[in-house]
């Protein structure tokens, strides 16, 4: 990362209030629940009963070693090109996703604001969000916060490249039956596309509040570098003032990308297009939340699966439109 891009963040963190830097503290270590969201026990049972048969199937594991090789060659596409795969990665990967994604929604005060007495519609949009993680975290934390006294409803869209629908299908029927029970508060929509063609009319960018791309940046990036940067200024330029993107990858090099003969980290990149030059800071967007390392570790006491739970270490941004 450039110096000067380090020194601006380093005196963003300076300039906090006191009590922001409370806040600050779980941008380094996310608690591994808040009141703000169901508890992680509920999360887990929700991937228990919906995938009973696949987390019963002997087949399972080899599927999971499948998806493996297929991350690690960062084949992203052919990771999950088949149901086998799809439902192997929501078996194996989603579950400790989720958790963590609740854990980071719930306590980014803004997000929380989204949905806390709240009587309009919030509408969110998931990129890359198929596999359900941000899903099934943003119905955990909105099933949390709204209250019978309020109207608001959620309306979450997902798109991804891969058709995850059935997927998709199979959370929503469970969140309705047993986390909100008035099936008018929550409004899902999945889009099979590909979000860099930008031609999809069924998203409709000025009316969100919030945008969500968690682990899909280094993909877009690695897919098609061009249209990933015409798809932030789209961003720049679509979105309505005062609207959220909430983005995350992980931590450290794996999130670098190579132009030429150096390396930036993504985030670097992502910055520059959204906020601006290091230093001008006279972009589209303004960072209000950021780490650039961020743990979120499993507590066993608390949780029991039978797939391994996985600690997360990421780093984050959340921006707001100016
Ligand atoms: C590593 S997975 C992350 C899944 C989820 N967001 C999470 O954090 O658990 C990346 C997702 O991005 C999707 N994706 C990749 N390229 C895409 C594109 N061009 N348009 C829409 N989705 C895309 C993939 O199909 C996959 O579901």
Redesign the pocket.
């Not at 798109?159 to 891969?162: E, G, L, P, S, V």
């Not at 596309?193 to 860099?196: E, M, R, T």
């Given at each position: 990362m450039s110096s000067r891009r380090s020194q601006k963040y380093q005196s963003r963190h300076v300039d906090r209030e006191p009590e922001e830097e409370v806040q600050q503290d779980i941008t380094n270590q996310l608690p591994f629940t808040t009141t703000n969201t169901l508890e992680p026990s509920q999360i887990i049972k929700l991937y228990e009963h919906s995938f009973r048969s696949v987390l019963e199937s002997p087949d399972l594991l080899d599927h999971v070693q499948t998806v493996k090789g297929d991350l690690f060659n960062r084949d992203?596409?052919t990771a999950?090109s088949d149901e086998d795969r799809r439902l192997a990665y929501v078996a194996r990967?989603?579950p400790y996703?989720s958790l963590c994604?609740a854990s980071l929604f719930s306590s980014l005060e803004p997000i929380v604001e989204l949905f806390k007495n709240n009587d309009n519609t919030s509408n969110v949009l998931?990129?890359?969000?198929?596999?359900a993680?941000?899903y099934v975290a943003l119905v955990s934390v909105f099933s949390r916060l709204r209250n019978s006294s309020n109207s608001g409803i959620l309306s979450a869209q997902i798109?991804?490249?891969?058709d995850?629908s059935s997927i998709i299908n199979s959370i929503e029927k469970y969140v309705k039956s047993y986390w909100i029970h008035n099936p008018d508060k929550l409004l899902t929509d999945f889009v099979h596309?590909?979000?860099?063609k930008l031609n999809n009319s069924r998203i409709n960018f000025e009316s969100l509040d919030l945008i969500t791309l968690?682990?899909?940046t280094n993909?877009?990036f690695a897919?098609?570098r061009p249209e990933t940067i015409k798809f932030l200024q789209h961003l720049n330029s679509n979105c309505k003032s005062g609207s959220l993107l909430l983005i995350a990858e992980s931590a450290g090099s794996f999130s670098n990308i190579t132009i030429g003969t150096k390396k930036f980290p993504v985030q670097f990149l992502v910055d520059m297009v959204l906020v601006g030059k290091p230093g001008e800071d006279n972009g589209a967007w303004e960072i209000i939340e950021e780490s650039e390392s961020c743990w979120y570790r499993i507590n066993p006491k608390e949780v029991d699966y039978a797939l391994k739970l996985e600690n997360m270490r990421f780093f984050f941004r959340l921006y707001r439109k100016k």
């Open positions: 992203y596409i999950f990967w989603t996703r994604y998931c990129v890359g969000g198929g596999a993680s941000e798109i991804d490249i891969a995850w596309d590909d979000i860099l968690l682990f899909t993909e877009l897919e098609k």
